[in-house]
Structures are given as structure tokens and as C-alpha cells.
């Protein structure tokens, strides 16, 4: 056993960690092509309030998968990770996030998470209610796997503030505590709300209503190649041109919303190490496409490589080759 891990206070084995990190977040179920004799891991919780604090160290590569069935009976908390030492990846959402050290990012304890743990790594997390986070944010899903980086600004100040909690955690008077979940939470819009959520906070509230409701429709079917302005008005019961109007407050266009979503989609689905073989146009269709030419020529503009080299170099990675 190294020196970094002796100073870790580290257990031996994948199935203690397993257990560990299931009891402070949701069940979760890992992997790791690491044998039991050298996986090490270290679990330190504190409570300080409504805020549940957990420094978690693993030396070695992981994988893990918590899926809706082991969210049933969770908990409903809104966690904010912050990344030490090392890096990890996660899904969440349809979004892919890769935390390095010196980031920061929002993971949703109620949501399936695919994660991967690249090298020893250690984060400092901090979980408070869900409820707490929604009564401030109408759509905190939407500041999920986005890292921030805590080298600098709002992202540099919400570290320090999570840092000094933990150091001064057992100091706290009970009259004291019960500030904090609000602090941590008005630190959220600063340090994760993209430009786009910005300027959708500061619309009329009948605005961002029917944007939902847009959105809710793309999300459904955005598999049938006919979906449309007209669609989308017919079911909201709007003109077109009124949809169109309701989709510039926001920067973008119908046409922009569906093509983003739809490559999104058929990104995830390149990257399914479950089914390497699928052809890609059977992706491109499913997802309402008509042209393979169209998704490809879209698909390399936006990730900056064709879909069969992309899902070339993500498999292999997941590899490890």
C-alpha cells in the first residue's frame, strides 16, 4: 500500500466501496478490472445540517451504473461534486460531463447515472433536498453535468466556500447551520447557469411556460421526421408564428432546437458500448433524420468528426486501448 493511500485511511476491495457510496447517495453497482487485494477507498462523511458532506478516495479505474430500478426509496437530494484530485466521467440526463481536477459540477441523486472513474481520484461532495434547490431554480435538471472550473471567478468561490465548510464542519452551533443550504444554493445560478438559461430566467413567466411545454413536445417526439413549427403550435393550440416568436426569446431557432436535440441523440446511441454494430443510418432514422448524408454533414460540424470515426474513438477508449 502506497504512501497516498496509508494517508487515506483506506479499505480494501471493490465491495466495500460499493456498499459505502451506495449508503451516502442511491444504489449503485460497480466494476473495475482492478482485483480486490489492490482497489483501495476511503469514505468520510459529515453531517452539517441539512448538508451531507462526503470525501470520497478511490485508487484505481472504475465503472458504475445506477439505473430507475435502485432509485426507488432513494434519496431526493441535488449533489454538488467537487473534484480534488484525478478525474471522472458521467452520463446524466442524455449529457456527457468529464470532471477534472479543479472542476465542479451538479449531479441530480434522483436521476440513472452511467459513471466511469479514469485514474485514483478524490471529490469532496455536498448533498442538501432537492426541493431547496427547485424552490430557487424552476429547472435545476437543467445545471446537471455541466463542470465548471474552480480556477477562477464564481466557480473559484463556491469551492473555497464548500472547502471552509468541511474545515470548520464540527465548529458549527446548531443556530448556524440552518443559513447554509441557502448559501450553498444562491451560488448555483452564478456558478452553473449557461447564457441561454439566463436569458430564458429573465422572460415573462406565461413565456417560459409555453417553452417548457415546447420542449416537452420535442423531447416526444423527436423521432417522427415530420415534426414541425406547425406540429408544435397545433398541439400547444398557438399559431406558428407565435412559436416561432416564443423560440427567438431564447436565441433559437425551431429548426436549431430539433437538430441540436437530434444529434444529442444519436450521439448517446454512437457511444453505447451495448450495440457497436448498429448501422449508423438506423440511428440517424430512429432519431428523424431522412438523409445520411444530412446527419453526417451535420453531426461532423457539430463534434468535429464524422459519426463512424466518433464512435470508433469513443468504443476504443472505453476500452482502454
Given at each position: 500500500?502506497?504512501?497516498?493511500?496509508?494517508?487515506?485511511?483506506?479499505?480494501?476491495?471493490?465491495?466495500?466501496?460499493?456498499?459505502?457510496?451506495?449508503?451516502?447517495?442511491?444504489?449503485?453497482?460497480?466494476?473495475?478490472?482492478?482485483?480486490?487485494?489492490?482497489?483501495?477507498?476511503?469514505?468520510?462523511?459529515?453531517?452539517?445540517?441539512?448538508?451531507?458532506?462526503?470525501?470520497?478516495?478511490?485508487?484505481?479505474p472504475f465503472r458504475g451504473v445506477r439505473n430507475k430500478l435502485s432509485l426507488q426509496g432513494g434519496n431526493d437530494s441535488l449533489i454538488v461534486m467537487l473534484t480534488l484530485s484525478g478525474e471522472f466521467a458521467f452520463k446524466q440526463?442524455?449529457?456527457?460531463?468529464?470532471?477534472?481536477?479543479?472542476?465542479?459540477?451538479?449531479?441530480?441523486?434522483?436521476?440513472?447515472?452511467?459513471?466511469?472513474?479514469?485514474?485514483?481520484?478524490?471529490?469532496?461532495?455536498?448533498?442538501?433536498?432537492?426541493?431547496?434547490?427547485?424552490?430557487?431554480?424552476?429547472?435545476?435538471?437543467?445545471?446537471?453535468?455541466?463542470?465548471?472550473?474552480?480556477?477562477?471567478?464564481?466557480?473559484?468561490?463556491?469551492?473555497?466556500?464548500?472547502?471552509?465548510?468541511?474545515?470548520?464542519?464540527?465548529?458549527?452551533?446548531?443556530?448556524?447551520?440552518?443559513?447554509?443550504?441557502?448559501?450553498?444554493?444562491?451560488?448555483?445560478?452564478?456558478?452553473?447557469?449557461?447564457?441561454?438559461?439566463?436569458?430564458?430566467?429573465?422572460?415573462?413567466?406565461?413565456?417560459?411556460?409555453?417553452?417548457?411545454?415546447?420542449?416537452?413536445?420535442?423531447?416526444?417526439?423527436?423521432?417522427?421526421?415530420?415534426?414541425?413549427?406547425?406540429?408544435?403550435?397545433?398541439?400547444?393550440?398557438?399559431?406558428?408564428?407565435?412559436?416561432?416568436?416564443?423560440?427567438?426569446?431564447?436565441?433559437?431557432?425551431?429548426?436549431?432546437?430539433?437538430?441540436?436535440?437530434?444529434?444529442?441523440?444519436?450521439?448517446?446511441?454512437?457511444?453505447?458500448?451495448?450495440?457497436?454494430?448498429?448501422?449508423?443510418?438506423?440511428?440517424?432514422?430512429?432519431?428523424?433524420?431522412?438523409?445520411?448524408?444530412?446527419?453526417?454533414?451535420?453531426?461532423?460540424?457539430?463534434?468535429?468528426?464524422?459519426?463512424?470515426?466518433?464512435?470508433?474513438?469513443?468504443?476504443?477508449?472505453?476500452?482502454?486501448?
Open positions: 500500500m502506497n504512501s497516498l493511500v496509508e494517508s487515506q485511511g483506506c479499505v480494501r476491495g471493490l465491495t466495500a466501496y460499493e456498499e459505502a457510496i451506495s449508503a451516502v447517495y442511491a444504489p449503485i453497482k460497480l466494476e473495475s478490472g482492478v482485483d480486490d487485494h489492490h482497489f483501495y477507498s476511503s469514505v468520510d462523511k459529515s453531517r452539517v445540517g441539512l448538508l451531507n458532506f462526503t470525501k470520497v478516495f478511490a485508487n484505481a440526463r442524455c449529457r456527457s460531463a468529464l470532471c477534472e481536477e479543479e472542476t465542479i459540477v451538479l449531479m441530480d441523486a434522483t436521476s440513472p447515472i452511467e459513471a466511469e472513474q479514469l485514474s485514483a481520484t478524490e471529490v469532496l461532495s455536498v448533498s442538501f433536498p432537492l426541493s431547496l434547490a427547485k424552490g430557487y431554480y424552476r429547472n435545476v435538471g437543467d445545471y446537471c453535468a455541466k463542470p465548471v472550473s474552480t480556477s477562477a471567478g464564481w466557480g473559484s468561490l463556491l469551492k473555497k466556500f464548500i472547502l471552509s465548510i468541511w474545515d470548520e464542519r464540527d465548529s458549527f452551533q446548531s443556530v448556524d447551520v440552518s443559513k447554509l443550504p441557502a448559501l450553498i444554493a444562491g451560488y448555483l445560478d452564478p456558478v452553473f447557469i449557461s447564457g441561454d438559461l439566463r436569458q430564458k430566467a429573465a422572460l415573462p413567466r406565461l413565456t417560459c411556460a409555453y417553452l417548457d411545454q415546447i420542449e416537452q413536445i420535442i423531447a416526444e417526439h423527436l423521432q417522427d421526421p415530420d415534426l414541425s413549427p406547425a406540429m408544435i403550435a397545433k398541439e400547444l393550440g398557438v399559431s406558428v408564428s407565435y412559436v416561432y416568436h416564443l423560440t427567438r426569446s431564447t436565441g433559437k431557432t425551431v429548426g436549431r432546437m430539433l437538430m441540436e436535440q437530434r444529434l444529442e441523440r444519436c450521439r448517446v446511441d454512437l457511444a453505447d458500448p451495448a450495440t457497436p454494430s448498429r448501422p449508423i443510418t438506423d440511428i440517424a432514422f430512429s432519431w428523424g433524420f431522412q438523409e445520411l448524408s444530412h446527419f453526417s454533414r451535420r453531426f461532423s460540424e457539430k463534434y468535429g468528426k464524422s459519426p463512424s470515426q466518433y464512435r470508433k474513438d469513443i468504443l476504443r477508449s472505453l476500452v482502454g486501448e
